[in-house]
């Protein structure tokens, strides 16, 4: 075996190492990436201030619902109705959103006693009945029952937040707001529901339990 | 004609041949073994982060939806980690003098964002889409293991390209329900998974045959 043979290997082998190296980390971003080239040092660039939104002609309307269906606003004033038809479809994804974002505090049933409530953040108002007086809101009670405010409040309060509440705008889209709105609306009704109201099936299901 | 070798010579040659090829075919084993070592593919490596970050206190403790942190896995190919905004949400007042947040609240202060080391890092030549596996019935259990016991983040799947393959040669060992996808402790009802598996490669249209072509993963 000539002596320059385990030499050259070697060589080679660092070599194939660095080829390798390049097509594993090519110079481009990946998502997240950290940038040496902007100065705060993120590679997703933020959406600059003067960016005017076109509505999406799929999902968004464009005509007089436009603000009904992205802000919640009626002629100035926060809707009294939803902007698209409310069905089962919609109660479900509903449910399964709020189960997501809003359990964490205002809880399963929607009374404020959620898992981080009970470990030290302020408690939400209940979705129904009269709010305690006590809490150290730093927003203005606007509803004193929750159940008399309209759905265009419940969306202002998704998208820019409210008081202790931060925004849920950037990681709920607007039709999943109108659609947890649409399950509150279903918890709060469920809290005064009476038995006769109930259809058969519950009714059956409730004097089984009760017996 | 003087004899030049020494007939003792004679088993060491053999020696040095079989030798050869042993040492030959242990270098191979070793490489192979390193290749596919927890050195190499860093499973169940600890990686050093600004934050110590506990995925057992959010998920398992509080039961936090992967989906309040991981909001964008769902429909796209990146999962992402979490803004700062997010982690303020409740630690605006939940822990909010603790030392250990100190770079979360600077994160917010500055508008600079927290740099989380990487633990998952596919290379850049090949494609990954979360969306997909999520939206086919893949639960993020089969491919990040038990998260919710995690007091830090590892990876616990090599993500090698066999591993890959593994699954798509036969996703009917690892699919499940729709509801089920972020359930850590979902077992198949009645423990019956292939019969399950398959029904629901039926129900999803996944096409198996064409799973494992180059061209899904290297694009």
């Not at chain 2, 040492?23 to 390193?34: D, E, H, K, N, P």
Request: hydrophobic share 30%; net charge neutral; with cysteine.
């Amino acid at each position: 075996m000539r002596p320059w043979f385990p030499l050259m290997t070697a060589c080679l082998a660092v070599l194939s190492t660095g080829c390798r190296q390049d097509m594993y980390d090519q110079p481009r971003y990946e998502p997240q990436e950290a940038s040496k080239f902007f100065t705060d040092g993120k590679s997703d660039r933020p959406i600059l201030p003067s960016v005017v939104h076109r509505p999406d002609p799929k999902t968004e309307p464009r005509d007089e619902l436009y603000d009904h269906y992205n802000l919640g606003i009626v002629d100035g004033e926060p809707a009294e109705t939803f902007p698209f038809p409310i069905d089962r479809t919609v109660l479900d994804r509903g449910r399964q959103r709020y189960q997501i974002y809003c359990t964490p505090c205002h809880g399963e049933r929607g009374d404020g006693q959620g898992m981080i409530v009970k470990r030290g953040f302020s408690p939400p108002p209940p979705f129904y009945g009269e709010r305690p007086p006590t809490g150290k809101s730093p927003a203005a009670t606007i509803y004193a029952d929750l159940r008399e405010a309209p759905v265009g409040h419940f969306f202002e309060v998704i998208t820019k937040g409210h008081g202790a509440m931060y925004s849920y705008a950037s990681r709920i889209g607007v039709r999943d707001r109108w659609s947890i709105i649409a399950y509150v609306r279903a918890l709060q009704l469920s809290r005064y529901a009476t038995e006769s109201e109930l259809p058969q099936q519950d009714r059956d299901q409730l004097s089984k339990v009760s017996r | 004609m003087p004899q030049i070798f020494h007939p003792s010579l004679n088993t060491l040659s053999r020696l040095s041949i079989f030798g050869g090829a042993f040492a030959a075919l242990g270098l191979l084993a070793i490489s192979y073994m390193l290749v596919g070592s927890p050195y190499q593919t860093q499973v169940g490596i600890i990686h050093d982060q600004p934050v110590q970050f506990s995925h057992e206190h959010h998920v398992g403790g509080l039961g936090i939806d992967c989906r309040y942190c991981h909001t964008s896995v769902e429909i796209s190919a990146v999962s992402g980690v979490p803004p700062t905004y997010t982690c303020m949400s409740c630690h605006s007042q939940i822990w909010s003098e603790s030392p250990m947040l100190q770079p979360v609240r600077d994160s917010l202060k500055n508008d600079t964002p927290i740099a989380w080391a990487k633990v998952h890092d596919l290379p850049d030549f090949v494609y990954f889409h979360h969306g997909i596996h999520i939206q086919k019935g893949i639960g993020c259990v089969s491919c990040h293991g038990r998260i919710d016991q995690m007091p830090l983040t590892f990876k616990d799947k090599p993500l090698t390209m066999e591993w890959c393959l593994e699954c798509h040669r036969h996703p009917e060992k690892y699919i499940r329900p729709y509801e089920e996808i972020f359930n850590m402790e979902w077992k198949p009802p009645g423990g019956d998974q292939l019969t399950l598996g398959r029904k629901l490669i039926e129900d999803n249209h996944i096409p198996v045959d064409r799973l494992t072509n180059c061209s899904v993963c290297h694009r």
